[in-house]
């Protein structure tokens, strides 16, 4: 999603994609974002223009979405993502998404009773992402410092009794779902924990040594896991 600010100084999130269509093509979704489509001949300074020109047609639509937003459900449970924490609104709609925007968590579907399995979904793809970031934030900062980590898949899993593992004969780094909740830094921590196994494979002065002098503030983070009945 790529933000535009407007005149007036409102912002609206937009998604291009690139079509072989003639004209640039607008649609105002559930979220009140924008699905554009356009020919990859079109700048994106031609889109944003047009996006732009049509300011008046997207915030009558996203008004229509807003008063359709009144059948809907503020419930009483907290999403937690992140550090941060956000009322859940399940909202009736004939799409099937979970989208957090404007400081809480909107669920749309027809069927309340699915709305925790549409939360479960969003959490497992967004934090495949952070970890795919994550992961990469770890590899330059190592090679930077003129180390080589050998290559390294980290897949994701829900795990009861480990935030993360590592098996540096595979290259293989699997980090705990389930800390989806805490700060980004506390999860980057467990990323770069499980790295330095690749160096030192016990938990010695020398690891934690190592893990400071590459992460500084691993402590300060790694410590919200501490009341945790799970470990690294």
Sequence with gaps: MTSLKFPDGSEVLY???RKPVK???LRVKEDGSLRISASPRVSV???EEFIVSEQAFIRRAQQRISEREEHSEIRADIFR????????RVISSSREAAVLEQEEMRVFTRFPERAEELLKRWIADNFVELCRKLNAEVRGSLINSGLTPP?????????????GSCTPAKGHISINIRLAP????????VVWHEYAHYWHRDHSARFYAF???????YRRWNSLLKLS???I
Excluded at 81 to 88: N, R, S
Excluded at 211 to 217: D, K, Q, T, V
């Design 229 to 231: 009945l799970i470990h």
């Design 15 to 17: 998604e291009l994609t």
């Design 182 to 189: 805490y700060p980004r830094q506390t999860v980057l921590s």
């Design 23 to 25: 004209n640039i093509n």
């Design 151 to 163: 290559p390294t898949v980290i897949t994701i899993k829900d795990m009861k009794t480990r935030w």
């Design 211 to 217: 893990l400071e002098a590459h992460f500084p503030e």
């Design 81 to 88: 993502w992140l550090g941060g924490e956000y009322p859940v």
């Design 45 to 47: 300074k031609r889109v």
